[in-house]
C-alpha cells in the first residue's frame, strides 16, 4: 500500500512519487514508437480501421466531422452515500473518463472539451482513464489543460486499457507532469482541518479477479472513501471492502442505447452489466460515466458527457 501524495486543507501540494519497485524506462521517449507493436495495439488498430478510420475514408471524412462537431453535456448529478464522511459532504467532482484522443477526438476538440469542465469550477477532479486512444503522441496539451484546473481538493487519474496500447509509461509521464496525480494501486490523502478523505486508485484491470487484486494491493486491510477504476467490473470488490464510491467509465454507456433505457445498450452484449449512471451494494455507490469521447463515431440516446458529481453523506 503506498501514500503518494497529500492535499492538506484546501491547497495543492506537490505530488511525491514512492511507488515501489518501478524503474523510468522511457529514457528516449520515441523508443517507445520505433519498437514493434504490442498484439494489443496491433488488434486495436484493425478493429480501428474497421469501424472508425476505413467507413470516415468512404465518406471523405464526413462521419468524423459529425463526431466531432457533437456536443458534450455537462451532467449534474447528485449521489447519496451513507459511508461519505460528514466533514466532506456536497463537495463537487468534476469526473471526466474515455477522452480517446486520436483520430475520433483532436486534442484541439479535446481541451475545449476541458474547457467545459474547468468552467464548472469543481472542487476535485477525477480521470479515470483512455486519455489516449491508440498512440500517446497529441495527448499533452490534453494533460496539460486537465492538470491545469484549479480543483483544491485535487486532481487525480487512474489509466485505462488504451492507455496501456502504446505506452502505459508515457502517458503516466505526460499526465504526472501536467501537475496530476497518478493512483496506481496507491492511496492519497485530501485534509480538511483535522479530517481525511482517503483517495484510492487502480491502474487498468480487466476481469473482477484482477480488480481485486490491485484494490487488496491498494488498501491492505484498510479501505478508502474514494475509489478510482476505470473498470467497474472493481465495483464488488469495493463494496465488500465497504468503499463509500466508487467513480469507473470505460463502458461508454455502449454509445448506442434505447431511449429513455440508459442501461438497455450494447454495453451489455460485452459483459458490463454496471454500464451508465449509479449503481449501489449495500451502503456502497458506483457511478459509471458514459464517457466524453467514442470507441466509434457514433452515439445513439448515450451523448458524451462530463459529469458533475455533488457528493452528500447518507
Known amino acids: 500500500m503506498g501514500y503518494i501524495a497529500e492535499f492538506p486543507g484546501f491547497l495543492h501540494c506537490i505530488e511525491r512519487d514512492v511507488l515501489i519497485g ?50 458534450v453535456v455537462v451532467r449534474e448529478q447528485e449521489i447519496i452515500a451513507p459511508n461519505w464522511p460528514k466533514a466532506f459532504d456536497g463537495i463537487r467532482i468534476g469526473h471526466i473518463s474515455d477522452l480517446h484522443v486520436g483520430d475520433l477526438l483532436s486534442p484541439e476538440r479535446a481541451v475545449d472539451i476541458v474547457g467545459q469542465l474547468n468552467d464548472a469550477a469543481p472542487d476535485m477532479v477525477c480521470h479515470t482513464g ?33 492507455d496501456e496500447l502504446d505506452s502505459a509509461e508515457e502517458v503516466e509521464r505526460i499526465v504526472r507532469q501536467a501537475g496530476t496525480t497518478v493512483l496506481q ?40 472513501d474514494l475509489l478510482l477504476s476505470h473498470n467497474p467490473k472493481a465495483f464488488d470488490h469495493a463494496a465488500e471492502k465497504s468503499v463509500a464510491l466508487t467513480l469507473s467509465g470505460h463502458t461508454h454507456g455502449g454509445q448506442i442505447a434505447r431511449r429513455n433505457r440508459p442501461n438497455a445498450n450494447l454495453a451489455v452484449f460485452h459483459g458490463h452489466r454496471r454500464n451508465a449512471g449509479i449503481y449501489d451494494i449495500g451502503d456502497s455507490r458506483l457511478f ?27
Not at 215 to 223: H, N, R, V, Y
Request: net charge positive; aromatic share 6%; with cysteine.
Open 288 to 314: 459509471v460515466t458514459v464517457g466524453a469521447g467514442a470507441l466509434f463515431p457514433l452515439r445513439w440516446n448515450v451523448p458524451a458527457e462530463i459529469a458533475m458529481l455533488t457528493v452528500r453523506s447518507g
Open 22 to 71: 518501478r524503474t523510468d524506462t522511457m529514457s528516449d521517449p520515441q523508443a517507445r514508437t520505433r519498437s514493434k507493436p504490442s498484439l494489443k495495439l496491433r488488434k486495436a488498430r484493425i478493429r480501428h480501421f474497421l469501424i472508425t478510420s476505413g467507413p470516415n475514408r468512404l465518406t471523405r471524412g464526413w462521419i468524423n466531422r459529425r463526431h466531432q462537431s457533437a456536443d
Open 130 to 162: 483512455d486519455l489516449a486512444d491508440l498512440y500517446w503522441p497529441g495527448i499533452e496539451s490534453v494533460a496539460q489543460a486537465i492538470g491545469a484546473i484549479d480543483a483544491p481538493m485535487g486532481n487525480f487519474f487512474v489509466r485505462g486499457n488504451h
Open 185 to 224: 494501486d496507491d492511496v492519497a490523502l485530501v485534509r480538511r482541518g483535522e479530517q481525511t478523505l482517503r483517495v484510492g486508485g487502480i491502474a487498468w484491470s480487466r476481469t473482477p479477479s484482477q480488480c481485486r487484486q490491485r484494490i487488496d494491493s491498494a488498501m491492505g486491510d484498510e479501505s478508502v
